[in-house]
């Protein structure tokens, strides 16, 4: 099963989506993506990244060349609202996909807990230009994440933070991991555990020397 984690808009091209306060939303979601490879590169999930120099289209037939029917395509951006005023994440699935609709309200129901922003929850696809090009045209199951409004002081305060901007991608990828590689969950959950019961080993032989001491 192959992943294609896009980083929405062009990166290295013309269209950059948002623009605010020094950054763009293309260049977010390529620091997002570029996380979330990083986390899963020892797990068993095979992780395609976008090329940042393709359009929207380009990249839909750059994943239909490889995509099977059981891959997932994650589109990540950034949102803007014409007040400035609104704030959260949210996800887009293609109405007739409930796997998506569950995949997409776990990563969102994550990354607002991770970060604190505001849950928007998830939404079927509607008719909205470009959004919806990307769910309506992937070969594979596909959802777009929307990683908070870049606009957004709140949003915009831990977007431009390093690591909450991390936790957005720990977020992504730790949902991903629970459910497509739950077998590397637990190894993961039972070697943090065991190091857990060395550190304690360790600690109590300190102690114990130390208490001989006395
Ligand atoms: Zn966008």
Redesign the pocket.
Known sequence: MNIFVVA??QYKGKDK??VYAGTT?ARQAVEVRDEVQKNLLDTPLNIELDDDTLNLQDTINQINKTAKKDDIAIDI???ASPEHNADGVEAFYHSSNLEMKSLAKLIVNTISTFTGMRNRGVKPHTDIPN?NGYLKYTNCSALII?CGFLDNKTDNTIILNPILDDAIAKAISDVLIHRYAPEHAVKKAENASQELVEAIKTKSNELNQLIEKL
């Open positions: 929405g808009h989506g948002a939303e951006h950034f949102n959004r929307e």
